[in-house]
């Protein structure tokens, strides 16, 4: 089955650097990368997602990037500030059977003023 | 708005007991979803129903059970609470249109401590 590997598990940023998490994946099957981000004592909630027709994908100040070829696909975020914080789990998905939903790990993003 | 809730935020039990993790979500969502939240270990699907009375398993389904008798509700059932079941315990939903991969809206989460 699928396998999701997510990289850094935390991450520390000066406020207004940019911040980039990675994700691999395992079955070159999937073809939806969603991205959830779970701020501190509240539910995961959908920030972007990308399917694979698409290279890269921008909404303000984050963005998804994917890499068929090599399994991968990362959240970049620039201009940090500290609303920022929180955990961020990537996931894939294939659009045949239940298309459920594999996540990674997650990793702890922490903005400092 | 999808409104996604859970019987309790925060549960004690004792080992051996029987506890019911109740989930309602008001979008009459066809999919349903149970999963753990352990740190390092990110979420890891439980059960899931895709219809009404329809389950099936997903990464971690040993030690649990659900029930779906109605659209709008699904539980997770431990039979016999043990202390590995520490955890945070996270319902969500999705629309479930075939074919299309859509957001999963989830809950608040259920913490629960076996003792």
């Known amino acids: 089955g699928e396998n999701v590997e997510q990289h850094p598990s935390t991450l520390s940023v000066q406020e207004g650097d940019s911040a980039v998490i990675k994700c691999t994946y395992s079955?070159?099957?999937?073809?939806?990368f969603p991205w959830y981000k779970q701020e501190l004592g509240k539910r995961p909630q959908l920030i972007i997602d990308?399917?694979?027709?698409?290279g890269e994908k921008k909404d303000q100040r984050i963005a998804v990037t994917l890499n068929k070829t090599a399994k991968h696909f990362s959240l970049h975020i620039t201009e940090t500030q500290p609303e920022d914080s929180a955990v961020y789990f990537c996931?894939?998905?294939?659009?045949?059977?239940?298309?459920?939903?594999?996540f990674g790990t997650g990793t702890r993003l922490l903005v400092s003023p | 708005d999808v409104k996604v809730t859970q019987s309790s935020r925060y549960l004690v039990k004792r080992t051996g007991e029987k506890v019911f993790l109740e989930c309602v979500q008001d979008?009459?969502?066809?999919?349903m979803f149970w999963y753990r939240q352990d740190p390092g270990l990110g979420l890891r699907l439980i059960y899931f129903?895709?219809?009404?009375?329809?389950?099936e398993k997903g990464d971690i389904p040993e030690g649990y059970s659900v029930s779906r008798e109605k659209k709008e509700r699904f539980s997770l059932i431990l039979e016999s609470a043990s202390t590995n079941q520490t955890s945070m315990y996270l319902c969500?939903?999705?629309?479930?249109?075939?074919?299309?991969?859509?957001?999963?809206?989830f809950g608040p989460g259920t913490r629960l401590l076996v003792l």
């Open positions: 969500a939903s999705r629309q479930g249109l075939a074919g299309h991969q859509e957001t999963q809206y």
């Open positions: 079955d070159s099957a999937s073809n939806y």
């Open positions: 990308i399917r694979s027709n698409v």
């Open positions: 996931a894939a998905s294939k659009d045949t059977g239940f298309q459920k939903l594999v």
């Open positions: 979008m009459d969502h066809e999919n």
């Open positions: 129903s895709y219809d009404v009375k329809m389950k």
